[in-house]
């Protein structure tokens, strides 16, 4: 049994900010990836950011200087710092753990996904 539980999302006006949060809790032996996509109403579900496990970085290029991912380890925790926000940006947010359970079973879990909206 793994879950990744969400929050942080929210209304927020164009240029503020938010911090979302995600915590994997179960039978986790250790998380490779972690990261966040985002979809938005009509759009195909996008990769936003991706933190490895040696806490390498990557980002869509629409959120590069204003996103920044984050994990803590010994939380099993991944973080969206998401400042200077655009209306652009408004989506529902998944976070996802590339999980290896005590099992040794190995599998992508997803969030419940939290509502970021930005308003203009």
């Known amino acids: 049994q793994v879950q990744l539980v969400e929050s942080g999302g929210g209304l927020v006006q164009a240029g503020g900010s938010l911090r979302l949060s995600c915590a994997a809790s179960?039978?986790?032996?250790?998380?490779?990836?972690m990261g966040w996509y985002h979809q938005a109403p009509g759009k195909q579900r996008e990769l936003v950011a991706l933190?490895?496990?040696?806490?390498?970085?990557n980002y869509a290029d629409s959120v590069k200087g204003r996103f920044t991912i984050s994990r803590d380890n010994a939380k099993n925790t991944v973080y969206l710092q998401m400042n200077s926000l655009k209306p652009e940006d408004t989506a529902v947010y998944y976070c996802?753990?590339?999980?290896?359970?005590?099992?040794?079973?190995?599998?992508?879990?997803w969030g419940q996904g939290t509502q970021v909206t930005v308003s203009s």
């Open positions: 996802f753990a590339d999980v290896v359970r005590i099992s040794k079973l190995r599998r992508n879990y």
């Open positions: 179960g039978s986790i032996l250790s998380i490779n990836d």
């Open positions: 933190i490895t496990s040696d806490e390498r970085t």
